[in-house]
């Protein structure tokens, strides 16, 4: 009869200390990755993607950068012609 109470323990090495993820709670501000300003988190749009819950720019930046991102569309439109499609082409007659 085989006696093992505790022979096969999967100990998981613990050696991996928590990984950074979590943001302290005391964090309030943000620093902005275009104008690298530090500002208050109410300062960013939301985006629970994030792990702040906050884009990673603020407002004014993210205002900035659609209006661009508008121009550019509004461009790319403009540019954009529809391909005139040609019509059947005529069979050639004798
Ligand atoms: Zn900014």
């Known amino acids: 009869m085989a006696n093992r ?5 999967k100990k998981k090495a613990s ?4 990984s950074k ?3 302290p709670k005391s964090v309030k501000s943000k620093k902005c990755a275009r104008c690298l300003d530090r ?3 109410d300062s960013f749009g939301k985006n629970s993607r994030m792990k702040l819950g906050r884009k990673s720019y603020c407002r004014d930046c ?3 950068l659609q ?4 121009k550019e569309q509004r461009v790319a ?3 954009k012609k529809a391909p005139a ?10």
Request: aromatic share 2%; net charge positive; hydrophobic share 15%.
């Open 5 to 9: 109470k505790k022979a096969t323990t």
């Open 62 to 64: 993210s205002r900035e």
């Open 77 to 79: 439109t403009k540019s």
């Open 21 to 23: 993820k979590v943001p």
């Open 67 to 70: 209006r661009e991102w508008n």
């Open 39 to 41: 500002k208050p988190l």
């Open 85 to 94: 499609r040609k019509s059947k082409s005529k069979a050639k007659r004798r």
């Open 15 to 18: 050696k991996k200390t928590a």
